[in-house]
């Protein structure tokens, strides 16, 4: 079965610095697709990046990026020019891009809370 | 377009009473999912369905039941409350095949008491 674990519960930053929260999975699929879902205190889950596997440029949105590491299953998140808006819970994700072997089943991890200090 | 809607927001039930949470997406998602999401942790799939009429249980299905009669809607089913199933439920679906992005729904708080 697939897992995924972030192991920072929380981390802090100051603002317009940069951070990177780490995300590691376990699967034995070659094709899947990786997320990062940012949750602010109003609760609603909000998608900031994704990867496909079988990519090997790593994503990057605006001041998001990620570190996608396929053959250590690391999969990592980097917040350039921190802002005050980028406090929240930060929830790694992972899907089988399969229908027939995973079911777009979504696993998550336990999240990391980032702080960012003015 | 409304995207994913949920009702209720809030809910403080007694222990041992039942209620219906109601999951409606208007955006012709094939798949649908409920995940529950405790103090602190991560979401953790409940039930989930690939379209109307199919279900399937998550990683933690025990007290809860769910229907998909129509497309839209995806209602999870609580019977007989206990105090465990304290904790945040979103609905969210997806568009299988076409893209890989989940909408979530903005979540209902639920205590039992």
């Known amino acids: 079965a697939q897992t995924v674990t972030q192991s920072q519960p929380e981390m802090s930053v100051q603002e317009a610095e940069t951070v990177t929260l780490s995300c590691t999975y376990d699967?034995?699929?070659?094709?899947?697709?990786l997320f990062w879902y940012k949750q602010p205190p109003s609760r609603q889950m909000i998608l900031v990046i994704r990867q496909e596997a079988y990519k090997q440029q790593n994503a990057t949105e605006n001041r998001f990026s990620v570190n996608f590491q396929k053959a250590a299953k690391s999969f990592s998140l980097k917040i350039s020019d921190s802002q005050l808006g980028d406090a929240a819970m930060y929830f790694c994700?992972?899907?089988?891009?399969?229908?027939?072997?995973?079911?777009?089943?979504?696993?998550f991890g336990t999240g990391t809370r980032l702080k960012v200090l003015a | 377009n409304a995207g994913v809607t949920q009702t209720p927001k809030f809910r403080i039930l007694k222990i041992g009473q039942s209620m219906t949470l109601q999951c409606t997406q208007d955006?012709?998602?094939?798949?649908m999912y409920w995940y529950r999401q405790d103090p602190g942790m991560g979401l953790k799939l409940i039930y989930y369905s690939v379209g109307a009429g199919i279900t399937d249980k998550g990683e933690v299905p025990n007290g809860y039941n769910v229907s998909r009669s129509t497309t839209e809607d995806f209602p999870l089913r609580l019977e007989l409350a206990a105090p465990s199933q304290t904790s945040v439920y979103f609905c969210?679906?997806?568009?299988?095949?076409?893209?890989?992005?989940?909408?979530f729904g903005p979540g209902t708080r639920l205590t039992v008491l």
């Open positions: 955006m012709n998602h094939n798949y």
């Open positions: 699967t034995s699929e070659s094709d899947y697709y």
């Open positions: 994700a992972y899907r089988s891009a399969s229908e027939r072997t995973g079911t777009y089943k979504y696993i």
């Open positions: 969210a679906s997806l568009l299988a095949g076409f893209t890989d992005t989940q909408y």
